[in-house]
């Protein structure tokens, strides 16, 4: 079927949503277990409830010690601590049936498990040194975009443009890269798209080290991408 004329008929009746939610649990398996298994990283806090250690205490050139620790810390742990203060309530032995009280507690769920793990991706996707794209990434970036300086362009304005994150993602059900931008963690989200590259552009993530040159956290950003960690959610 050509992908262009994918319906959300399709989505719900068709082969394909079975072949999108597989893409899509496979993915979710990948992140438990992959990197657990083949660097004794750790599975995401959404599987075990315990924070993924930063993988990098510092990277010179990029993010200093202290930025790093308070992000991971602060944010990172914040988000974790705060989702099982939600989760407590809404499994609890009463549960929350009043609608105002529902209603806030479901957004807040999916504000916190957002922030946990894509900041586990943001953690896990950069690496001291700059390094090259693999050549099927490139390409797919060169093919979706017309060439890599104009992919990273537009990354570029994506991320000086959000207030939350930016990031390339890869949709398994037309099989296409798209920027997103999004202003909060629950805002924006193109629904089963894998990340696979991302920016916190949040000012927690860079003012240690920036202050206000948000330019130019978004430019180390790009001298410090783990682009192995990129190919392999690429090709989750
Ligand atoms: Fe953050």
């Not at 510092?58 to 010690?65: T, V």
């Not at 309530?89 to 529902?102: H, I, N, P, S, V």
Request: with cysteine; glycine share 8%.
């Amino acid at each position: 079927m050509d992908a262009s004329r994918f319906t959300c008929r399709h989505l719900l009746g068709s082969a394909a949503f079975a072949t999108a939610a597989a893409g899509a649990t496979t993915w979710l398996g990948a992140l438990r277990s992959a990197r657990a298994e083949e660097e004794g990283g750790r599975p995401s806090a959404l599987a075990t409830g315990a924070p993924v250690p930063l993988r990098h205490a510092e990277i010179p050139g990029f993010l200093s010690r202290e930025q790093l620790g308070l992000h991971h810390a602060q944010h990172y742990g914040g988000a974790l601590a705060a989702l099982g203060g939600i989760e407590a309530r809404l499994y609890g032995d009463t549960g929350e049936t009043d609608k105002a009280t529902r209603r806030e507690l479901g957004r807040a769920q999916s504000e916190k498990a957002n922030s946990v793990l894509l900041h586990e991706l943001y953690f896990a996707g950069v690496t001291p040194g700059a390094q090259a794209p693999p050549t099927h990434l490139a390409g797919a970036l060169t093919k979706r975009f017309g060439s890599l300086d104009r992919w990273r362009s537009d990354l570029e304005a994506c991320a000086l443009a959000a207030n939350g994150w930016a990031m390339l993602a890869r949709h398994p059900v037309n099989d296409r890269l798209y920027h997103v931008v999004s202003d909060a963690h629950d805002v924006g989200p193109l629904w089963l798209a894998r990340p696979i590259l991302l920016i916190d552009m949040y000012e927690h993530a860079f003012y240690v080290d920036y202050r206000t040159q948000r330019a130019a956290y978004v430019a180390a950003w790009f001298e410090h991408l783990d682009w192995a960690e990129a190919e392999r959610r690429w090709r989750a």
